[in-house]
T-cell receptor
Framework: AQRVTQPEKLLSVFKGAPVELKCNYSYSGSPELFWYVQYSRQRLQLLLRHISRESIKGFTADLNKGETSFHLKKPFAQEEDSAMYYCALQQGNTPLVFGKGTRLSVIA | ETGVTQSPTHLIKTRGQQVTLRCSSQSGHNTVSWYQQALGQGPQFIFQYYREEENGRGNFPPRFSGLQFPNYSSELNVNALELDDSALYLC?????????????FGQGTRLTVV
């Protein structure tokens, strides 16, 4: 069965500190992996997807098929990064499967 | 280009009642998906509509039903409301193409069942 696990409900870091939001998945094929973000009072939006291999707002995520992980990283956290982060997977046009989310709080 | 809009933003219903939630898809998008997000949980897939036909369904009972209209807007109907149906209901639209297409989410409808 498809499953996305985000082990941390809440992650608090100081401004300027590195951030790593963990995501592990279970899937029998080769899914696409995504990170979605929801800032306060805003709608859920795509942050990045593994296939694009790009850095968005300083965030990167590397797909590790051996460890079935897709951790989100940023070297220096900013206060505006405070938000809910959801890891998700998808196969083709099938529905997105989301994790439970991690709330990132960046402390000034 | 307008984004995905949902109505209403909030509503309160009594257990046993029926509710209809509405979603206008983003311009040019012909696929609409509905998700339920309970408190402290990630969004959970309810069903998807493509060209007015249901095109996939998650693990939700038949009292959750939907429609898609020729203009690609959509409705989610829930009959015989239960307390556990209290959640944020999200609509997402996407264009259909080969492989992955990005889903664009509405702001959600917060349903409270009392």
């Amino acid at each position: 069965a498809q499953r996305v696990t985000q082990p941390e409900k809440l992650l608090s870091v100081f401004k300027g500190a590195p951030v790593e939001l963990k995501c592990n998945y279970s899937y029998s094929g080769s899914p696409e992996l995504f990170w979605y973000v929801q800032y306060s009072r805003q709608r859920l939006q795509l942050l990045l997807r593994h296939i694009s291999r790009e850095s968005i707002k300083g965030f990167t995520a590397d797909l590790n098929k051996g460890e079935t992980s897709f951790h989100l990283k940023k070297p220096f956290a900013q206060e505006e990064d405070s938000a809910m982060y959801y890891c998700a997977l998808q196969q083709g046009n099938t529905p997105l499967v989301f994790g439970k989310g991690t709330r990132l709080s960046v402390i000034a | 280009e307008t984004g995905v809009t949902q109505s209403p933003t909030h509503l309160i219903k009594t257990r046993g009642q029926q509710v209809t939630l509405r979603c206008s898809s983003q311009s040019g998008h012909n696929t609409v998906s509905w998700y339920q997000q309970a408190l402290g949980q990630g969004p959970q897939f309810i069903f998807q509509y493509y060209r007015e036909e249901e095109n996939g369904r998650g693990n939700f009972p038949p009292r959750f039903s939907g429609l898609q209209f020729p203009n690609y807007s959509s409705e989610l109907n829930v009959n015989a409301l239960e307390l556990d149906d209290s959640a944020l209901y999200l609509c997402a639209s996407s264009p259909v193409g080969g492989g992955y297409t990005e889903a664009f989410f509405g702001q959600g409808t917060r349903l409270t069942v009392v």
